[in-house]
Every structure is written in C-alpha cells, then in structure tokens.
C-alpha cells in the first residue's frame, strides 16, 4: 500500500490522568498536521453490548463479573473488522483504553487472575504503542472527585494500578510511561512527538496479534 498503514496507538491510565483530553487532542492535531486519524474508546457504549456496560456501570444492572469481562471483551471484538480495515487504509487509530483496562480491572476484583483475564482479549490488533498516563493517586484528587459510576473509588483504583504495574513489565509490548502531571499543553506536544515517530516506523510493517 503506497503511505502504508495507520498505526494503533492505545491510552491508558487512572481515572482524571486525562486520557479522554489527551485522545482527542492528538486525533486532532493529527489531522491537523495532514495525517488520517480517528478517535475510539472503550467501552464503546453506543453498540447493544456497550449499552449493557453502560447500564451495569451506573449500576442500573447487576451482571456476574465473569460475564462482564467477557462483555468488556466482546465489545472491542465487535469493533474489529472496522479497525483492521481503516488501519489498513492508512487511517491511525487513538485508542482511549484497550484490553488493559480490561485486564487491570477485572484482574483487581478478588480471584481473577491476570492469565484468565488475558484470554478474552488474545488476539486483538496489537497496539504500536500504549502510553500509560501516570498520576499519582494524590495529584488524581486534587483534581476532583470521583464520579458515581461503580469502580470509581481510591481503594480499588489503587488495586487496579497494581495490575497495570504488572502488565506494564511485558517486554512485548510497546509501553511508554508519561507524566500526566504535566500541563495538558506540554503532555499533548510530548504525546503527538511520540505518536509520530511510531506513526513512521510501524507504517510499513504488518500488525500484531495482542498476547498471542
Ligand atoms: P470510561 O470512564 O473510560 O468510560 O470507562 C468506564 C469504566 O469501565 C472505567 O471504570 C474502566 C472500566 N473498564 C473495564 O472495567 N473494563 C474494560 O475493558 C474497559 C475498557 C473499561
Ligand atoms: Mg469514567
């Protein structure tokens, strides 16, 4: 393909890191700057098995925690066709959480372990790069409150940290820790340098398989 493809390039963090702003300001200064790129995030609610996600995090609806992983799962595998197809076309994908986020927070509930948690999301497209925001669970209050949604509390944030800390040590994978704490200026400009640069060396090599 002549511009070859577009490179998949996932967010992570803990909540108010500023991921959703960060996503949506690469996407845009990608396109900016000539690039083809678009925004997806997960859970991507807007699809019958995001609307169920969204129902069991506002606690409208109780859901075995098996059976929400799964769900979780099912709906990036739902979105798969379509990913590959525009990574395909040269189209860059931002990616606001990914199967980490899958991983991290299931595998934080008691007895799920990281190897079961991993299965429902083997083989999806493989990120290029995963930038993990980091902010320590001090600068993460000072900027607000939680929200009401389930998850949304210090304790179990912080055994969800845990996890990413764990799948952060996979060598595989192309993680890159930024400081969240920065202004979102000067994360934004370090972010797009770095989306760039693996926008470049991946274009003409094939997409990976995630834990496979
Ligand atoms: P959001 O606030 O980014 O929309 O994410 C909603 C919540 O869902 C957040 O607490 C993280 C959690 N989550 C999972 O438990 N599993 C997943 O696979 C994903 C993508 C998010
Ligand atoms: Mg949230």
Redesign the pocket.
């Known amino acids: 393909m002549a511009g070859g493809r577009g490179a998949l390039i996932v967010l992570e963090g803990m909540?108010r890191a500023g991921?959703?702003t960060q996503s949506r300001r690469l996407v845009q200064a990608l396109q900016a700057a000539g690039h083809r790129a678009d925004l997806l995030?997960?859970?991507e609610?807007s699809t019958e098995i995001g609307r169920l996600?969204g129902a069991y995090?506002q606690r409208e609806r109780e859901l075995d925690d098996h059976a929400?992983?799964l769900l979780?799962?099912a709906?990036?595998w739902e979105h798969v066709t379509s990913m590959k197809e525009k990574l395909r076309q040269g189209i860059t994908l931002v990616v606001?959480?990914?199967?980490f986020?899958?991983?991290?927070?299931?595998s934080a509930k008691e007895n799920f372990c990281l190897e079961w948690c991993k299965q429902a999301d083997a083989g999806l497209p493989k990120p290029d790069l995963i930038l993990f925001l980091q902010l320590s669970p001090e600068e993460a209050a000072a900027r607000g409150n939680f929200?009401s949604?389930?998850?949304?509390n210090s304790p179990f944030q912080e055994k969800?940290l845990q996890s990413f800390r764990h799948l952060m040590k996979e060598k595989t994978l192309n993680w890159k820790t930024m400081d969240a704490s920065k202004s979102i200026e000067d994360l934004h400009n370090e972010i797009k340098t770095v989306a760039e640069k693996t926008m470049q060396e991946v274009k003409d090599k094939p997409l990976g398989e995630l834990w496979k």
């Open positions: 909540d991921k959703s995030r997960f859970p609610r996600i995090l929400v992983h979780f799962a709906n990036r606001d959480r990914y199967a986020s899958g991983v991290a927070f299931t929200g949604e389930r998850y949304e969800v």
